[in-house]
């Protein structure tokens, strides 16, 4: 189980004095996917990554990167890994290029990397251009250019689409998506914005306060679905008969209740048990919920 | 340690169009031309016969007495602020190269431009005196120690590790520039009230002194100087580089 993960934690615990910045956290992150981490602004998710990265020490619990353990020591098991952390790391004074080339040294990368890097975020017509001439994008697409520079296995990138247009945000998710299907990248990423996410990310994790409220597949999702919202002719009755059967009554009234359900095959059943038992159903509606919805109410609640 | 090589190679780039790389030049360059100014402006009937002697003295007197300490404790803060400034620590120190590498590289490209300054500051020095004499013709019979130049600046240099490794570590511990700056301000107060009272053993002793104590070619304690400077500067900077390699940034 652990060699077809990228990254696993095993109760990943930060503390900052008295705050508990990260919280037993058990990530997995299977490999050749878009992991995206969602939470709001201070759940925890650049501690996360900086605890992934090394550049933290876990106050308790372990990390694996590729099924082998991370620790100070093993600096080696971050060849293989690319990432870009908040804002780019970048050297102002010095040209795109070679800011690139500053890591392809440290790295021991062939020289054609710097190249290869700087026409896959669309930079080859900048690259001799100083940094600090740049924009927002263009020092995004860099930062983003030093991630993959080594042709990393596994990439993690906070907030990657920051200060990109639409159109660079397409591409970043076009490139993303084949990083990942096409060379079996796995992708880390955290982000704010949560309809992109939902159109790149395979797997979803989501934290707030430190701790994972939820991990996996985007469809899993469904159980944390808005209620199924049921007008029928004898509300209370319609409740207790539901009750009975074992579905969670959320609210009920004289005509309209909310029943807790987590697949779409349970209206059809919630549906049959009113009906068999006499009662008219006037109407099933469930709201289709975004990603952002869903995540809305799960931190909030 | 076996990256060392390539990282030195990156840091080098780095330094590329900073302002840490200007000023090892320039300043030493000015007071060159400061001091040159000063003798040009003298009268040709002065028949000194160790004139360029006492140019050169007082050109690497103002530079390492006056000026090298603060020099020293800049050249650190502008070095260590490469990475400070461009949060460069989180992308550097990410990468699967060993951080006391990383560490080491930033110490040596430090003492290199300490190196480059020191060069250009005897060359200026020799270069500076040779005009002179054909501004002066009535110069051209005193003597100028090369020698001695170059070897009091390349010993003033070695004496100069422990104070330079101190500072460096300084910079590299805190993101401002302000501590370095401090220390070293504080350092110059205190060798200017010890020394001239002849707390000479003080003198030998004082990481911020030692520059000065090994460029003087007749003081008898300049051999302490260089040796203290060498090894303190080694093994302060062994034990920083330790340090700072086990540190977290966040």
Redesign the interface.
């Known amino acids: 189980m652990t060699d077809s993960l990228a990254i696993e934690s095993r109760g990943l615990t930060r503390t900052f004095g008295s705050c508990t910045a990260v919280n037993g956290l058990e990530l997995r992150v299977p490999r050749g996917i878009i992991y995206a981490f969602l939470g709001p602004n201070g759940a925890g998710k650049t501690t996360t990554i ?1 605890l992934l ?5 876990p106050t308790s619990g372990t990390i694996l990167l590729n099924g082998e353990l991370l620790t ?1 020591e093993r ?5 293989g ?1 690319g ?1 870009l ?3 780019p ?6 040209t795109g290029q ?1 800011n690139l ?3 392809r ?4 990368l062939p020289r054609s990397r710097v190249a290869d890097a700087l026409a896959v975020s669309g930079l080859s017509a900048d690259g001799n251009r ?1 940094v600090h001439a740049y924009s927002l994008g263009m020092r995004q697409r860099l930062g983003l250019a ?1 991630a993959w520079l080594g042709e990393p296995s596994l990439m993690m990138l906070d907030e990657p689409a920051n200060g990109l247009d639409p159109a660079g945000i397409r591409e970043l998710r076009g490139r993303l998506q084949q990083l990942a299907h096409d060379h079996n990248v796995t992708i880390f990423l955290s982000s704010h914005v949560l309809n992109e996410v939902e159109q790149v990310a395979d797997c979803i994790g989501i934290i707030n306060r430190g701790q994972l409220l939820f991990q996996g597949k985007l469809h899993e999702l469904q159980r944390y679905q808005a209620p199924l919202t049921v007008v029928a002719d004898r509300g209370l009755d319609a409740a207790a008969l539901l009750k009975a059967n074992g579905w969670r009554v959320l609210k009920n009234s004289e005509n309209l209740l909310e029943v807790q359900i987590s697949l779409d095959a349970d209206i059809a059943a919630v549906n049959r048990c009113l009906l068999d038992n006499g009662l008219h159903v006037y109407r099933l509606e469930r709201r289709q919920e975004t990603l952002e919805d869903l995540f809305l109410r799960m931190v909030v609640n | 340690m076996k990256d060392l090589f390539q990282v030195l190679a990156a840091e080098g780039l780095k330094l590329r169009r900073t302002l840490a790389l200007r000023l090892a030049i320039w300043c030493p360059t000015v007071i060159v031309l400061l001091v040159f100014g000063i003798y040009a402006g003298r009268s040709e009937k002065l028949g000194d016969p160790d004139l360029l002697t006492g140019f050169a003295q007082l050109t690497l007197t103002i530079w390492t007495i006056i000026l090298f300490p603060l020099y020293a404790a800049l050249i650190a803060a502008l070095v260590a602020a490469v990475e400070h400034q461009n949060e460069g620590w989180k992308h550097l120190l990410a990468l699967p190269v060993d951080r006391s590498t990383i560490f080491v590289a930033k110490w040596i490209a430090g003492i290199g431009l300490l190196l480059l300054s020191s060069l250009v500051l005897a060359t200026g020095v020799v270069a500076t005196a040779e005009a002179l004499r054909l501004m002066k013709p009535t110069w051209s019979s005193s003597p100028l120690p090369s020698v001695m130049i170059f070897r009091g600046i390349l010993l003033s240099s070695c004496a100069a590790g422990f104070l330079f490794s101190i500072q460096m570590w300084i910079s590299l511990r805190w993101r401002s520039f302000l501590p370095g700056i401090v220390v070293a301000v504080i350092a110059l107060a205190l060798m200017f009230v010890a020394i001239p009272r002849g707390i000479a053993l003080f003198g030998s002793l004082f990481p911020w002194s030692l520059p000065a104590m090994a460029m003087a070619p007749h003081n008898p304690y300049r051999p302490i100087a260089v040796g203290l400077g060498l090894l303190g500067g080694v093994l302060v900077g062994a034990v920083a580089c330790w340090h700072l390699s086990r540190r977290e940034f966040c």
């Not at chain 1, 990265?53 to 020490?57: A, E, K, P, S």
């Not at chain 1, 600096?75 to 060849?79: A, H, I, K, S, T």
């Not at chain 1, 040294?105 to 021991?108: E, Y």
């Open positions: 900086r990265l090394g550049l933290l020490r100070q600096r080696e098991l971050m060849r890994i990432a952390v908040e804002t790391s970048l050297y102002p004074h010095l070679e080339e500053v890591t040294r440290m790295l021991k100083v030093l």
